[in-house]
């Protein structure tokens, strides 16, 4: 059975910064290419970034220069940095396999 | 960037009765070399994460039942219920994985 596991999303103030992990089984980590997506309270979904099996990496814009994804091969894990956190970042996140399954997400809360 | 936009942002279909919600893409999602269709269908219920249906424009993902298809190719997608039961009450969302940024449909809320 393929899970995607999330964690380490937390309440955090404007312009800091947090980890969130996204632990993958069941699936070729490898040969896979993974994304990040959220969604902010009551809204649609928002594609974050996208890290390719080959390593390469994308971003949208609202985030570009302040998130950056990577994955452990080693530990089956994708990471989403995220710095200089803005109100507007609050959202669920969710890690996926492109196009899918999908995690159940962690919940960041910027706020003062 | 590509602009999804779903029709309509809601439907009220009766029980047993065909639901049908379109997708149309600024741009193709159709990749020639391969000849498929960067395409996803994902149905959201409240409180939960979206759950991947429809992969590729119309392969259903493993464990969806018969009821739900999708159709479609180029810039322009369809998703059908066939007959539409009470657990189907959800918001459904088509996506694009073509080209970066990756995007989503604005939603259709499905009620009975």
């Known amino acids: 059975e393929v899970q995607l596991v999330e964690s380490g999303g937390a309440l955090v103030q404007p312009g800091g910064s947090l980890r969130l992990s996204c632990a993958v089984s069941?699936?070729?980590?490898?040969?896979?290419?993974m994304i990040w997506v959220r969604q902010a309270p009551g809204r649609g979904l928002e594609w974050v970034s996208l890290?390719?099996?080959?390593?390469?990496?994308h971003y949208a814009d609202s985030v570009n220069g302040r998130f950056i994804i990577s994955r452990d091969h080693s530990k089956n894990t994708v990471y989403l940095e995220m710095n200089n956190l803005r109100v507007a970042d609050t959202a669920i996140y969710y890690c996926?396999?492109?196009?899918?399954?999908w995690g159940k997400g962690t919940t960041v809360t910027v706020s003062s | 960037d590509i602009v999804m936009t779903q029709s309509p942002d809601s439907l009220a279909v009766s029980l047993g009765e065909r639901a049908t919600i379109n997708c149309k893409s600024s741009?193709?999602?159709?990749?020639?070399?391969?000849?498929?269709?960067?395409l996803a269908w994902y149905q959201q219920k409240p409180g939960q994460p979206p759950k991947l249906l429809i992969y590729w424009a119309s392969t259903r993902e493993s464990g969806v039942p018969g009821r739900f298809s999708g159709s479609g190719s180029g810039t322009d997608f369809t998703l059908t219920i066939s007959s539409l039961q009470a657990e189907d009450v959800a918001i459904y969302y088509c996506?694009?994985?073509?080209?970066?940024?990756?995007?989503f449909g604005q939603g259709t809320r499905l009620e009975i």
């Open positions: 741009q193709s999602v159709l990749y020639n070399s391969n000849n498929k269709n960067y």
């Open positions: 890290i390719y099996s080959s390593g390469s990496t």
């Open positions: 996506h694009q994985y073509y080209t970066t940024p990756f995007s």
């Open positions: 996926a396999k492109r196009p899918g399954p």
């Open positions: 069941g699936l070729s980590f490898t040969n896979n290419d």
